[in-house]
């Protein structure tokens, strides 16, 4: 191994160290009209991906309009949280349907 | 006047469901041909909204009621063929088909912001009224045990419309 890769490597180990913690995806299912799990802890920059197992299509609407995805039927969609808070949500569809984000900074 | 008062009898009698009266349990048949009607008329319901309304929101809400109840239809029918079951028409089933066609010609006479409120007022209480039967009557008195649970699989979308289209009431009021 040559000085220069080993330079190289080392500030390739120095960089991955330094990253923070990694973003994550959260799955939240929906089932019967159901979100579960209806309560999800995140951090910013996390992804929430929805996986949809009814035939019909829903919504995951957060209620302070900061995002809106339509998950079709047998689909999945998903979102990144942008910004810390706690953020309600629902289905646009049937708003019977409900679930709750809390997003750490 | 005199309409409002023949509204409000045969909404009683749909309540109360006079097929039944006698105490006598619908057959699993009787649920499967109820259900499936209320789904067809407000899918009827809807196509009718879709051809005479112009507003965004009870548009979108029509094509949802569209969408989800032939689903749901597609899903009965799917079921009724599996379980060999043939649904039977019956005087609830009646009942409500010959209400939709009095409020079909009310709707039909009206235009713009008048349709559009009454329409969406008439799926607040035809959800209502539907989902009442299915907690009352229907779903207690469904023996199939697959049937049972699509009817409240059931139940859970159409109490999903009764919110919505309370929510597009408040806005087209």
Known sequence: ?105 | MIARLSAGVLTFCLLSAPAFAQGAKPTDPQIAHIAYTAGQLDIDAAKHALEKSKNKEVREFAQDMVRDHTEVNKQALALVKKLNVKPEDNDTSRALTKQAAAKRAELAKLKGAAFDKAYVANEVAFHKTVNGALESTLIPSASNGELKSLLQTGLKIFQGHEQHAEHVAADVK
Request: charged share 15%; hydrophobic share 45%; aromatic share 8%.
């Open chain 1, 1 to 105: 191994m040559t000085p220069g890769r080993i330079g190289f490597a080392a500030l390739v180990a120095y960089t991955l160290s330094s990253v923070p913690v990694q973003a994550e995806t959260i799955q939240v299912t929906i089932d019967k009209l159901v979100f579960a799990p209806a309560e999800v802890n995140a951090k910013v920059g996390d992804t929430i991906e929805w996986v949809n197992k009814d035939a019909l299509a829903h919504t995951a609407t957060a209620t302070n309009g900061d995002w809106n995805v339509v998950i079709g039927p047998k689909q999945s969609g998903r979102v990144v949280l942008k910004k810390p808070g706690a953020a309600d949500y629902f289905c646009k569809y049937h708003p019977n349907m409900k679930g709750h984000v809390l997003v750490a900074p």
